[in-house]
């Protein structure tokens, strides 16, 4: 399996400029979660979806930011407009989730290092 | 919510046995306790998960008392990749859960 993979790798933008990162989880992981990492504020959970439907979204900062998954393959995560204080590492990372609830290991991709200037 | 608590750095030498200990007194009930590394410029990686008692495998052991209030991740004879980030997180059991990584322990270790 080639794990999560995210992409791009890299993204600088202009501020005002809307993003789209977007991830593709491990095949047969039931849920996905979004982060973002930044030295002031370490590894912050954003949103996470179970079953492609999204079930926690309290770490999103505010309105600019927008997640979905329209299939168990494929999810995104928007900024728009994007603004300097976006500037982080972000993470996409997919699991299983058992049935008594809780979550196995956590799979990370490689993160997409996003540049608002 | 679920807080850990768990020192910010720590230094070692290679070959010698590392433990990192982590608090975690509102633990639940059904919470889980995982251990993350972290490497720079990597995502974080599943190094150990346990409920109680010890649990083992190849890269590390973790180490539960009975009150399950606090957690050691043991690390055998360190080598210098093990240089990293070591995060503790509680799993949290509920519909609207979140999981917190904290500020995670950083360990440099020498030769």
């Keep these: 399996d080639a794990g999560v993979i995210q992409s791009p790798r890299h993204e600088v933008t202009e501020m005002g400029q809307e993003v789209t990162l977007r991830c593709k989880p491990i095949s047969g992981h039931n849920s996905l979660f979004w982060y973002r990492q930044t030295m002031m504020r370490g590894l912050e959970l954003l949103i996470y979806f179970n079953n492609n439907v999204p079930i926690d979204d309290s770490g999103m900062p505010e309105d600019r930011f927008s997640a979905k998954m329209p299939n168990a393959s494929f999810s995104t995560l928007k900024i728009q407009p994007s603004e300097p204080r976006d500037s982080a590492v972000y993470f996409c990372a997919s699991s299983k989730k058992g049935l008594a609830g809780g979550w196995h290991e956590q799979y990370f991709g490689p993160g997409t290092r996003l540049t608002v200037t | ?111």
């Design chain 2, 1 to 111: 919510l679920a807080k850990t608590t768990q020192p910010i750095s720590m230094d070692s030498y290679e070959g010698q046995e590392v433990n990192i200990t982590c608090s975690h007194n509102n633990i639940a009930t059904n919470d889980y306790i995982t251990w993350y590394q972290q490497f720079p410029s990597q995502g974080p990686r599943f190094i150990i998960q346990g409920y109680k008692t010890k649990v083992t495998n190849e890269v590390a052991s973790l180490f539960i008392p009975a009150d399950r209030k606090s957690s050691t991740l043991s690390l055998p004879r360190v080598s210098l990749s093990d240089t990293a980030v070591y995060y503790c997180l509680v799993d949290i059991y509920s519909s609207a859960s979140k999981i917190i990584f904290g500020s995670g322990t950083r360990l440099s270790i020498r030769p």
